[in-house]
């Protein structure tokens, strides 16, 4: 009897313990919800398990294929390097094994379904025609993956009633959560809401909430809301099976048109045909403390 390959969840990691228990308990979910897969996860760094572990009990029930899935939204440096490199060294570590990597999850219409959802918790009944909904984003150095934020922006904008939908980012881009805020305030927004585009908690959703409120204090003519992160929905696990199955199916369609790692774009001209390395997850035996070639704060 043939195997489907196995769900294997990548996961960036966040410092945030809630956050990573947030991301082990989705996999677990999951996995209750397709007995008839193996389902595993874990984080290229940060967070405990590391990818090498969970491939490691994979491997040890017998999983020869995999089917890996980024659990990220959008295609920044973590999807397009450092998870493809982690993968490709547990393929070496693990020998007569093979992965299949799909792309990211957004944009994608089940994530818009529950960003509006959030945006009318957060309402609690007031008039959208009245809101502006500010889309918060992690922001990155990679200009694609901020171009796809927008993109988002855009469609949640689209045919929903909102008197606007802007975008900001809380590390690494512009505009950031004051400036964004800045800005609804200047077109005129006497309610904002503000939306954060991250999946699960962490420390980087908890600054935006912080950023909001601080300038909140300081603008009293604007009633501020702020809604919460997408969460481990119905629609986020539909989405994933999907994601899950154009993997198995060799259908991926991820757009690398404005892919700094493949075009030269203004100022990122060094980043073409870049190699890529994995990251050093701490918790990785294989690896030396402190020997990761890059450092950044999540």
């Not at 874990?42 to 890996?68: K, M, Q, T, Y």
């Not at 509006?116 to 922001?139: H, I, K, Q, W, Y």
């Not at 908890?206 to 809301?225: C, F, N, T």
Request: net charge negative.
């Amino acid at each position: 009897m043939t195997h489907p390959p196995a769900l294997l969840l990548v996961g960036h990691g966040t410092r945030d313990a809630a956050g990573a228990a947030a991301f082990r308990s989705f996999v677990a979910q999951l996995g209750a919800a397709s007995p008839e897969l193996a389902v595993g996860g874990g984080f290229i760094e940060l967070s405990p398990p590391p990818l090498a572990d969970s491939v490691a009990e994979l491997v040890g029930a017998g999983v020869r294929d995999f089917a890996a899935v980024p659990l990220v939204l959008v295609s920044a440096g973590h999807a397009k390097g450092d998870i493809p490199a982690a993968l490709a060294r547990e393929e070496r570590r693990h020998p007569g094994t093979s992965f299949a990597y799909g792309r990211p999850l957004g944009p994608h219409p089940n994530l818009l379904t529950v960003l509006e959802r959030r945006v009318d918790e957060a309402l609690a009944g007031a008039d959208r025609a009245e809101t502006t909904v500010l889309l918060v984003g992690r922001g990155s150095t990679d200009p694609d993956a901020n171009a796809e934020v927008f993109k988002v922006a855009r469609l949640l904008w689209e045919g929903r009633g909102y008197a606007g939908v802007e975008t900001a980012f809380v590390s690494l881009a512009e505009p950031s959560v004051r400036a964004g805020l800045d800005r609804c305030r200047k077109l005129g927004a006497r309610r904002v809401v503000v939306l954060p585009y991250f999946l699960f908690t962490g420390v980087l959703p908890d600054r935006v909430r912080d950023q909001a409120r601080e300038w909140a204090g300081e603008a009293p003519d604007v009633e501020l809301r702020c809604a919460e992160v997408i969460g481990p929905e119905p629609e986020l696990a539909e989405l994933v099976m999907e994601r899950y199955r154009e993997t198995v199916q060799g259908d991926l369609r991820m757009n690398c048109d404005s892919c700094v790692y493949r075009v030269k774009l203004p100022g990122f001209e060094d980043r073409v045909g870049l190699p890529q390395q994995p990251h050093h997850h701490p918790d990785d035996p294989s690896h030396s403390h402190g020997s990761g070639h890059h450092a950044h704060t999540h």
